[in-house]
């Protein structure tokens, strides 16, 4: 659901580099930070932010353990062990900055 949480994400800018913007590794894929489909069906979501991202912090991030946020413009990241939807992990510890 497209609410004012995963709204501040269309706020960021695209983050591309040759290297995974959460670990470093060689980027293999650019990832939309809002996900197709997340309005709802049949609702148009606006094209959001792409980020580089290497092939295992992709496959995290569409099996929801690996997540973004917008903190005051600054792109964040957290792991989580377990899947977590993202209005259960906006609130948890250890969000780092994403350079
Ligand atoms: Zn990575
Ligand atoms: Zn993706």
């Given at each position: 659901m497209l609410?004012?949480?995963t709204a501040s994400l269309l706020l960021l800018e695209s983050r591309h580099s040759t290297n995974c913007i959460v670990c470093g590794s060689k980027a293999q894929h650019k990832?939309?930070?809002i996900q197709k489909g997340i309005g709802g069906k049949?609702?148009?979501v606006p094209e959001g932010a792409t980020v580089s991202?290497?092939?295992r912090c992709h496959e995290a991030t569409h099996a929801h353990r690996l997540h973004f946020r917008n903190n005051d413009g600054v792109l964040q990241a957290l792991r989580t062990e377990e899947p977590?939807?993202?209005i259960?992990?906006?609130d948890m510890e250890g969000?780092?900055?994403c350079d």
């Open positions: 609410n004012e949480l990832h939309h930070l049949g609702k148009k991202l290497c092939f977590m939807k993202y259960d992990v906006l969000w780092f900055d």
